[in-house]
């Protein structure tokens, strides 16, 4: 087997703090990696360090390269990032925005081929963000935001995307948007995907493995069905958790489902 | 270019971005030539316009033999050729390299606030000149304790931010003002050295014009500064063309720009110290002229979007019209008494900032 993303014992450091501590998985290619955790436990600061722009010791191997030792434009043929938020300086239109993920395949002072300009059609159009394209990136709704963001990330082209906090700060609506673009993204199956997620909802429907940090030090890590348990959770999180299970009609599978139990037991 | 810059976007109306109409390849003949007639007009006036009084029929009188006297008929075509028209494309060179660095310290510091003048870029490049006793009499050597005035205005305002713990780009604009207010310092400091019983008189007169921000003949012609200017120009502009992507990718931030394949320090020093570069040859040559950097990238970006391939080269351009204009304008204003441009630019740019500031905090900006 294959591993296209590998961390060996990876401490990750910013400044004299370390993040994250001996962190250790392998992740398959097509796989979908969850990474969960309390706040500053470190998760963002892991997927900093796996890509190269955090210091870090321990064996780290993405996509044949190990992001510390190459140029940022070859980090950025392998992995593309979908960040939390963007605070672009200027108003920046959709099209612009996402066409800009084809900038580490083109020389810095090459002009946007033929091919750059369709493949960016192709995205806006599969996303459907093709009404949008001339709007400003910064007038959007948050969920169609993201989009753009998930869009300029497969512009990229690269085996590997990173996806910080997909659902931050969005609303029912735009949280379905994204959680069904990503189910495409999943089924479609040629991409390996990371995953900073703060709840736990889509991690057991999205991801097949998991790494759950507390204060930078790992505390599960393994197949999200083996190791995702509400003792698991309570250790990594510090509340108890209880396990539901969703009983199936019809065609549908019996579903487990991992909440967070009320103090006094009852629900 | 005044009126497209202040139209308002309604807070939550027709979500196009400012110059988003700007349907790439739709308005770029229009906008050349629309830009090829507003040139047209600006050079007429900078050509014809003296004290107030348009003299356009003279030297026409003058072209076609002249009313009699052939040797005044010649003298009025030097004069304008001589006198006009070098002045003319000393302010477009000038202004050309303003606008492209406030066009590079924007992107780069992630604030369209950004502009050499207002960090004290251009202060420093002035204490550099005014520091070296030899600045006029060489000219272009004025150039090279520019450079290092510039350049240590920038290492000082990076350092003063850095060691302040400035992280957002407000912060260190403010840093940059009042590095500014300690240069100014520096320079009435010169001035009453070099206004000392030993200094002529007529030096502290012409420094004096020179820090106000001065396009007159004594700059151009004494100096003989334009061909250096044009190099430095061209050289500036080639170098931060061929950055035009970084220029878009730095100002989104540093870590997106690493994740979008380029190395963020290297790139953000090199264009720094570029645009510092071009400022302290601006500022060696024609005195600190502010804002220019600031009002022209605004309202190019408004007018073209905010590519960077399209940005440097309208600003360039736009750059060069606007300081055309303003020079014009100033020299015309009190009959016989030419004032310099850089009163003219602080007078619009100050009120232009504010204005600036206040759609920031609307959010628009």
Sequence with gaps: ?267 | MKNTTLSENAPNGPALPPGGSAREGAIAPMARLGGAAVLFVIALLGLSVVGGEWTAGRLLEAWRGGSGDPASAERTIELWTQLRLQRLLFAAAIGGVLSLAGVAFQAVLRNPLAEPYILGVSGGASVGVLSAPWWWAVGAGAMVPALAGGLAALGLLLGAARWARVRDSASLILTGAVLNAIFAAWILLLYTLLSGPQAGGSRVEVGLAWAMGNLGPERYRVLGVLPELWLVLGVGAVTLLLLARPLDLLALGEEEAADLGIEPRSHRWLILIVGSLITAVAVAAAGPIGFVGLIVPHAVRRLVGVSHRRVIPWSIFGGALFLMLADTFARSLLPGRPLPVGVVTAMLGGPFFILLLRRRGEGDA
């Excluded at chain 1, 296209?4 to 994250?20: K, N």
């Excluded at chain 1, 900038?103 to 995205?123: I, K, V």
């Excluded at chain 1, 590997?160 to 673009?181: K, M, Q, S, T, Y």
């Design chain 1, 1 to 267: 087997m294959s591993a296209i993303l590998r961390a060996d014992g990876l401490h990750v450091r910013r400044g004299e703090h370390t993040m994250a501590r001996g962190v250790s998985f392998d992740l398959p290619a097509g796989d979908a990696l969850a990474v969960i955790g309390p706040n500053g436990s470190g998760k963002s600061s892991l997927l900093l360090g796996l890509r190269g722009l955090l210091p870090s010791t321990g064996g780290l191997h993405l996509d044949g390269v190990d992001p510390r030792e190459v140029a940022r434009a070859e980090v950025a043929r392998h992995v593309a990032v979908v960040p939390q938020r963007n605070e672009s300086a200027f108003p920046m239109r959709v099209e612009e925005m996402v066409r800009l993920g084809r900038a580490p395949h083109r020389r810095p002072w090459q002009g946007w081929s033929r091919a750059d300009r369709e493949l960016t059609r192709h995205w806006l159009d599969r996303l459907g963000l093709d009404p949008l394209r001339t709007r400003a990136v910064d007038s959007l709704s948050g969920g169609e935001r993201r989009r753009v963001f998930i869009a300029r990330a497969l512009v990229q082209e690269t085996p590997v995307l990173f996806l910080d906090e997909p659902f931050a700060g969005l609303d029912p609506a735009a949280r379905g948007e994204i959680l069904a673009c990503l189910h495409d993204l999943r089924a479609d199956g040629s991409r390996t995907l990371v995953l900073v997620l703060h709840d736990l909802l889509p991690v057991e429907e999205l991801c097949t493995r998991v790494v759950g940090l507390r204060r930078g030090e790992v505390r599960i890590a393994g197949a999200c069905g083996e190791v995702l348990d509400p003792a698991a959770l309570e250790d990594l999180y510090g509340n108890p958790w209880e396990e539901l299970v969703r009983p199936g009609e019809g065609v549908e599978e019996e579903r487990r489902v991992l909440l967070p139990a009320r103090r006094d037991g009852r629900r």
